[in-house]
């Protein structure tokens, strides 16, 4: 695999038997396994499509080894994939560290050679998609991703600091094309489009797909949030804040997998987010043993929904207020009489575009879901195909209104209290 | 004045003694010079605050040589300037060459230890804005203006290339924060609230003054586009095209100084010339000699205004049409029956945004100039304050009404027929 393009000299994929003595020579972290590095254990567990991934667990305390792989591993070498994803994603980590506190997982080593990362194990956690797939509740979710999207975004934005330090971010961050690039044609391109690498579930969805595809209206909108993705940095994104890049228990949430991290527009994150949700929720009917048997739980996610928008709303709004010293409506300048007010209107005319920006990216996102290359196992794990159909079918109805609604609704209650409507035609 | 901070080793201010051996040393510019150095004549020249500017003539040819200064040059030592900012000159020189043809001096040569750029002579050839105060005409300013912001606008965006070479360019300009911190300082904060840098026509323009600092939706309106020019990766733009920045003939049109380039919004490099015309159109009865002498004169700066944004509109519109090959709007996604159409709509959009933009960055940069730190000879070379006054307040009212009202504008004919209705209130 080192002929790929993106190998580099040096460069090796560990392995089970060699990790231990790689990890042995880092002092803070055998400090950290504690005992004799012959007493761990080492397991690969990674079932992503894109690196390996180690758990090692010592006498002391267990840590978590993330590798990438030079290509695509669902694939295999003939997509290759950059290696510098790690060197991004570590750089996402180290740059939001100070502001999501233990949101994120602990980096303790970042080894640019091996492209690994070795950071904090998450345990009991579970990655919240298969969650929400087996119907369980997390009961701060979307409480704490609406809180986690508020403080990245935030304080890496020009509300927050000078802008010489949100430059210095976007150069280095320019670098992740690779990745970046992978969004630009998979969610913002392909699925409008007849590309070899779209799929969708046939020929019951044929029609729908046929009718997006010929919506020069939805088109053009799903473009000119494309467009908008590759020309505003508002603050550093995740890039791909799915229900699979969030692992839970009961009483903690993390966020993960931030390699596709670059400056961009915030709703992307917000998108991202309550779009996965609200294709969790489309599939709850498929998901379902009996008729009505997820009923309540989807009520629960969309209460989810609900809490994630109201918390990142109101803590958002608190940051600017009180930590607002960044370039972007510079304090120095309204400090007259009447001006409070005035930056108030401010806050609620941006928030109101964020909010119409979250539901255009949300509809991108579950589109793509749907018709494009990598589907979601929420709605996958349907074996039927005509009850699968039915659940994406109500997904790419909701998606397509947002497309082209959004600007309609101003409330998170109100748009939430129209899907059921939506969903059914 | 190697102690500044802002020196580098290595570096030392050219002198005429010293730059003929220096010049004679580089194959390319000794064979453009021709003939024997010791027949070269070298001038010092520079006018400017920020350059060491000389001009050398030999039998064959004349060159232009540019050295940053590590000063504010008309502030002396107490103001460091990076000298990094002649690579950004050169860089965007080098990025919009193969786009905009002779509308900017060829570059023979950069030196990255001296901070010098070694370029085309440009004789017989005045700066825009002393042709302006002169009351001279150019036939083909505005066109070649309008021309000019179309090409390297859009070449340099997301409509006419893949975005990996954008945002390859986005890293590089972002490290010119010395330049940019001066735009965001000087022009989108300053002006708007007290500090010592400011100045204005005392005490003539007091209130004026005091209104527009009080005036909280126009400090708003103000800040957003400032916020935007901080977040918006829209194209490579100059920075600072004012008619200080364009040298021209009867003939020739040319384009210079780009030091403040970096990725932002291209309604700042259209409002930046536009706003120029139009604070000489204001300044106008204060250099005529006798009253209604410069009122021709003044249509014509209008009728070139109008040109400006005509050409320009006209040439972008057949760009994206012809050459649109870009991310933005990617032609593969739209190729079904009907999406001609939605893509025109697309771009009248755009464009209307874009003229939006440029009305309201056209009033940020009117408004620096009258209270702000840095003028321009147009309004400062009125010598009686009160007649002064007049114009300068003329150019504040237009400039606070695009800055609240610049959204109700569709037309550069009707934009700027209301010129002189609202500069007489």
Redesign the interface.
Known sequence: MNTTPAARAGYRTLDTGSLGSWLAALPAVRERLGGAPERWTVREVGDGNLNLVFLVDGPGDSICVKQALPYLRVAGPSWPMTLERAYYEQSYYAAVAPHVGAAIPRVFHYDPERYAIVMECLTPHVILRRGLIAGHRYANVGRDIGDYVARAGFFTS?LAEP??R???R???F??N?DL??IS?DLI??DP??EHPRNRHTRPHLDCDVATL??D??A??AA??L??RF?????ALIHGDLHSGSIMVTDADTRVIDPEFAFYGPLGFDLGAFLGNLVLAWCAQPGLASRAGERDAYRDWILEQAKAFWTVFHDRFLALWRNEGHG????A????????G???E??RRQYLEALFADMLGYAACKMIRRVVGFAHVADLDGIADPALRARCERSALGIATHWLKRRQEYRSIEDTLAALPEISAR
């Open positions: 020009d802008f010489e949100k430059f210095d976007i150069a280095r320019a670098g094309t970046v690039r630009v913002f391109t409008y489009r595809r010929g020069a209206a088109k053009a473009a000119e494309g467009r590759l020309g505003e940095t508002q370039d972007a409506w510079p120095a300048m309204f400090r007259e009489a009447g001006d007010a005035a930056l209107t401010v």
